[in-house]
C-alpha cells in the first residue's frame, strides 16, 4: 500500500488484527456474518481507517487495516468492539439474552504490525482462514 498523507504527514500504518467472540461462541454466519461485515466497514470508514482486507469466520475476525498515526490502535479497537456490539444488537435484539446483556466480544485482541512479514503472506493467510472455515464446516 502507498504511503497516505494527514495535512504535514506521510504515513504507511498496517496493522493485522484479529478479535474472537466472548467465549469464542461460533456465532458468525449467515445474517450475523453479513450484519458484522456491514458494520465494521461502516465503522472503520467512520474513523478514517482503512480496510484492506478482512475476514469473518465462525468464531473469529481478520482485519488488514491501515489505521492514520493520530488514531491508537487500541483506541481504535475500543471504538470498534464498542460501537459493533451496540450496533449488532439494535439489529439483533433477540440475541441480546444469549450474550449476557450487551457483551459481544471477548477482551483482547491480537495485533501485529506488517513490517515483520510482507503484505501478501498476511492476505494469503486470511484467504486461508475462510478456507479452513469452509472445509471444517463441511465435516460437521
Known amino acids: 500500500m502507498d504511503n497516505q498523507s494527514i495535512q504535514h504527514t506521510r504515513w504507511n500504518c498496517t496493522y493485522h488484527i484479529v478479535f474472537i467472540p466472548k467465549y ?35 468464531d473469529h475476525i481478520h482485519m488488514y487495516v491501515a489505521i492514520p498515526p493520530k488514531l491508537s490502535v487500541s483506541e481504535f479497537m475500543s471504538y470498534l468492539k464498542g460501537k459493533s456490539a451496540l450496533m449488532f444488537f439494535d439489529r439483533h435484539p433477540e440475541a441480546r439474552p444469549k450474550w449476557n446483556d450487551r457483551h459481544l466480544w471477548a477482551r483482547g485482541y491480537y495485533v501485529s504490525t506488517v513490517g515483520n512479514v510482507n503484505e501478501e503472506t498476511i492476505r494469503q493467510y486470511i484467504k486461508e482462514q475462510e478456507e479452513n472455515d469452509k472445509l471444517e464446516d463441511g465435516q460437521k
Open 24 to 58: 469464542r461462541r461460533r456465532m458468525l454466519y449467515g445474517t450475523n456474518k453479513k450484519d458484522l461485515v456491514e458494520i465494521i466497514k461502516k465503522l472503520c470508514e467512520m474513523k478514517g481507517v482503512a480496510l484492506i482486507e478482512g475476514k469473518v469466520c465462525v
